[in-house]
């Protein structure tokens, strides 16, 4: 499955942004997807995942009451609302896509990614 990440740009700290991750491939509600980011000089980290069906949704503790994900698996299409931004959350932003039981959190057992989207939050 091909998927392409959009809606990253400059934004001041304590706004918003919404990503937007399409996947063209067939049966996108069989994947569990997850959303992730590297900063520069910094491992990919995990910051939300959401089942194929869209009723588990987890997050990591820092973006947690800030960040929501969803999806629309008649679009083939995943998103990440972000509130309240602040400068940490500076960082390329991944899609990915999981096709195995589960809801990883770990970068390694995801088989697709997305190309990223630059996320820069000023202070």
């Known amino acids: 499955v091909r998927l392409v990440e959009s809606g990253g740009r400059l934004v001041e700290a304590g706004g918003s942004l919404r990503l937007s991750c399409v996947a063209d491939?067939?049966?996108?509600?069989?994947?569990?997807m997850g959303w992730f980011r590297q900063a520069p000089g910094k491992e990919r980290e995990f910051v939300a995942i959401?089942?194929?069906?869209?009723?588990?949704?987890y997050y990591t503790d820092s973006v947690k009451g800030r960040f929501t994900a969803s999806r629309d698996n008649t679009k083939n299409t995943v998103f990440l609302q972000m509130d309240t931004l602040i400068p940490g959350d500076t960082a390329v932003y991944y899609c990915?896509?999981?096709?195995?039981?589960?809801?990883?959190?770990?970068?390694?057992?995801?088989?697709?990614w997305g190309q990223g989207t630059q996320v820069t939050v000023s202070s």
């Open positions: 990915a896509a999981h096709d195995g039981p589960g809801l990883p959190w770990t970068p390694d057992e995801y088989a697709f």
């Open positions: 959401i089942s194929g069906s869209g009723s588990e949704i």
């Open positions: 491939g067939r049966a996108f509600r069989g994947y569990a």
